[in-house]
């Protein structure tokens, strides 16, 4: 599993979002790191909370450092030029999270749309992310 130049975000969550070992966080930045064609991602969990001015956009923040993590992604199903990927943190660490691409393929159409799954210490699915991005390429297997 490649992935090129990928970048996701999450806008400023209101409510922050309960990740496992008790993060909780209002913001998700997931790009991928390495040389060209890596199959490893590093995430920014900022826990940081915002004002938000009449546009929704975060102006004063917490000055709280964001945690980063990263993880290998595995492919589990492809359908509909729709991806599955899970994120695969080092000795099994880190939330159960799964990144669902849905990609905008071809000449000039470089944004991708994607929805973070992020599941609870039961395997139950607790909370979806609406996510958007770019990548200088699609995710090919």
Not at 70 to 93: P, S
Not at 126 to 133: C, D, E, F, R, S
Request: net charge negative; hydrophobic share 40%.
């Amino acid at each position: 599993m490649k992935i090129k130049n990928l970048r996701l975000e999450t806008g400023y969550l209101v409510e922050p979002i309960p990740l496992q070992r008790g993060i909780s966080i209002h913001q998700i930045q997931i790009e991928t790191i390495g040389g060209e064609g890596t199959s490893r991602v590093q995430l920014s969990l900022d826990p940081n909370r915002c004002t938000v001015d009449s546009f929704g956009e975060a102006k004063v923040c917490t000055k709280v450092a964001p945690v980063h993590l990263e993880a290998d992604v595995e492919l589990l199903e492809e359908c509909d030029e729709k991806q599955l990927l899970a994120l695969k943190f080092d000795g099994g660490n880190g939330p159960a999270l799964r990144l669902a691409l849905l990609p905008l393929c071809g000449a000039g159409k470089e944004a991708i749309l994607a929805r973070l799954l992020i599941f609870g210490e039961g395997g139950e699915l607790k909370v979806i992310l609406p996510m958007q991005g770019w990548s200088a390429g699609c995710v090919v297997a």
